[in-house]
């Protein structure tokens, strides 16, 4: 019982020894990698600028609030790449990874979000790769935000690069929520008596909280009315 528990962790270590090995030697071509991903999340984080840009000479309104980026780490892929028991190989992140490039952006109401969708969607070099409706349909956890999966061209020295970059699209009521949920869930010590508890009471907030958005936008909507 013994040997095979510590013949276990011994197995474990010898896994994550070669797969760091793995990574050293990839280590260049990795940065790479890395580096263009973090070319493609500019050139997504600078079509969203322009749209708010030309909304707001056009429109004297800014449909974006903020926009984040980040970059998933170098830890944070190998963990994926090893929990769907994917190759560890810069193939296979390109190919399977398709968060590594985040851009989200947080808009006021509902509709810009669907209007910024649209409006991404629809330049000529912009190719959907997958898109997830969690405001139409929420998770369980009460979870909202429309998900793109997208590939943006980045140009090199001497090619052409299709990029993948996940794109969050959220209202501020919705990312309010989404940052809180993701601190309470991560919070240890935490019995499953009162986790459910708790799950409950942020289904019943998440609800609480897209009403509010509804209800925010029907009153833009109606004072736009008036303005017309
Ligand atoms: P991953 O393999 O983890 O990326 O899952 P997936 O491919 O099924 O993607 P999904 O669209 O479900 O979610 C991806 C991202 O959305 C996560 O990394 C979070 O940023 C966010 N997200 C999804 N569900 C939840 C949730 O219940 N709560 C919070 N706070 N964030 C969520
Ligand atoms: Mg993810």
Known sequence: MLNKISGNILRKKL??????????ENIRPMNELM?????AIM?????????????????DRNPIEGIKTR??????????????????????????IKDVAGVRVICSFPEDIYMLADCLL???????????????NPKKSGYRSLHLI???????KNEKKRMKVEV???TIAMDFWASLEHKL?????????????????LLECSEISASLDKRMEEIRNRIDKRLE
């Open 150 to 156: 997208i590939e943006v061209p980045i140009f090199l």
């Open 122 to 136: 629809s330049q000529d070099d912009i190719k959907l790769i997958e898109k997830k409706d969690y405001i139409k």
């Open 168 to 170: 969050q699209l959220r």
């Open 35 to 39: 580096a263009y991903y973090r070319c």
């Open 71 to 96: 970059l998933k780490s170098k830890e944070g892929i190998v963990r994926k790449l090893n929990r769907k028991d994917l190759p560890f190989s810069l193939k296979s992140i390109e190919e399977n």
């Open 15 to 24: 896994i994550n020894d070669d797969l760091f090995d793995i990574i050293n």
């Open 43 to 59: 050139e997504v984080e600078t079509k969203f600028k322009v749209l708010n840009e030309e909304f707001s000479l056009q429109y």
């Open 185 to 201: 869930r991560y919070k240890k010590n935490i019995n499953p008596e009162e986790a459910e508890i708790i799950g409950k009471e």
